[in-house]
C-alpha cells in the first residue's frame, strides 16, 4: 500500500503539471493574439501541435506503440479532423475577438457536448440538464449582445468552433 507521502507527491506533481499547463495555454493564447493577424491559421495549428507533439515524444519513445493500440482507428482519424478544424476556426476568432470573448464564447462547447451526449451516448435529459443548457444559451446571447453591435466574423468562427470542439469530445 502506497504511503500517505507518495501519495502526496503525486498529487503535488499533478498539480504542478496543471498549472505548467494554464500557463502554456496561457501563454500561447496571448503570443496567437499578437502574432496571429500575420500568421494563418492553418500555420498557427500545425505549429501548436508541432509543439505539443515535440513536448510529448519522450512519452511516445518511452512507451513504444503501445499508447497508439486502438481498435477504432477511423474514428480517431475523424476526431482529429474535426479538432483541428476547431483549432483553426478558435485561431481565427483570437485574432478578431479579445481574448476574454473567445474564451467565453467558447464555454458554449459544454451545452453541444450535451446534445452529443442526448444523441449519440444515449444519455438522458432531466431538469437541471435543460435549465443548465438554457441558462447556458441566455449566457451566450448576452455575450454576443445582439441588437447593439453586429455579431463579427471571430464570433461567427468561434460558434462554428464549438460544436466541433463538442464533437471531438463526444468522440
Known amino acids: 500500500m502506497p504511503s500517505r507521502k507518495a ?55 518511452r512507451n513504444r506503440t503501445h499508447i ?26 483570437v485574432t478578431k475577438l479579445p481574448i476574454a470573448e473567445v474564451t467565453a464564447l467558447g464555454f458554449v462547447s459544454p451545452i453541444f457536448v450535451v446534445f452529443g451526449a442526448v444523441f449519440f451516448l444515449r444519455e438522458r435529459m432531466n431538469k437541471a440538464r435543460i435549465a443548465a443548457v438554457v441558462l447556458g444559451l441566455v449566457g451566450v446571447f448576452v455575450i454576443l449582445r445582439p441588437g447593439f453591435s453586429v455579431i463579427n466574423s471571430g464570433s461567427i468562427a468561434m460558434l462554428l468552433a464549438a460544436p466541433l470542439f463538442a464533437a471531438s469530445k463526444v468522440l
Open 7 to 61: 501519495n502526496l507527491n503525486v498529487t503535488v506533481v499533478g498539480l504542478l503539471w496543471v498549472v505548467l499547463a494554464g500557463i502554456n495555454f496561457v501563454g500561447f493564447v496571448v503570443l496567437i493574439k499578437f502574432v496571429g493577424s500575420e500568421l494563418p491559421p492553418v500555420q498557427a495549428a500545425f505549429i501548436r501541435y508541432l509543439f505539443g507533439f515535440v513536448v510529448l515524444l519522450p512519452l511516445f519513445i
Open 68 to 93: 497508439f493500440y486502438t481498435k477504432h482507428i477511423h474514428l480517431h482519424g475523424l476526431r482529429g479532423f474535426i479538432q483541428a478544424l476547431a483549432v483553426m476556426l478558435w485561431f481565427y476568432a
